[in-house]
Nanobody, 119 residues
Framework: VQLQASGGGLVQPGGSLRLSCAAS????????MYWFRQAPGNQRELVAD???????GYVDSVKGRFTISRDDAKNTVYLQMNSLKPEDTAVYYC??????????????WGQGTLVTVSS
């Protein structure tokens, strides 16, 4: 199973970006899907998560600005980021709880995509 993240880049403060993370491989079902981020010198933190039922959760610092969503037909999770701030600058990683066709669940990580918020 591979998770391919995309959509990062350089954006001015107040701007928007949409991250995508597509899973491929021996997938039976995907359970929880997550976006993490890690800024230089900081620990990796959970930014947002979404369950199979579409229930979402966010870290306080992004509530009202970021929206996580998923398309199970495409095995893809998205992170819409609006009103971006310089402190959102980080490498963003996706993670998914993937149930393989052998019915065992494993966590997989994407490769990370860099988001830089700067004028």
């Amino acid at each position: 199973v591979q998770l391919q993240a995309s959509g990062g880049g350089l954006v001015q403060p107040g701007g928007s970006l949409r991250l995508s993370c597509a899973a491929s491989g021996d997938i039976y079902r995907i359970n929880g899907m997550y976006w993490f981020r890690q800024a230089p010198g900081n620990q990796r933190e959970l930014v947002a998560d979404i369950t199979t039922a579409g229930i979402t959760g966010y870290v306080d610092s992004v509530k009202g600005r970021f929206t996580i969503s998923r398309d199970d037909a495409k095995n893809t999770v998205y992170l819409q980021m609006n009103s971006l701030k310089p402190e959102d600058t980080a490498v963003y990683y996706c993670r998914a709880g993937v149930v393989l066709t052998n019915m065992h669940e494993y966590n997989y990580w994407g490769q990370g995509t860099l988001v830089t918020v700067s004028s």
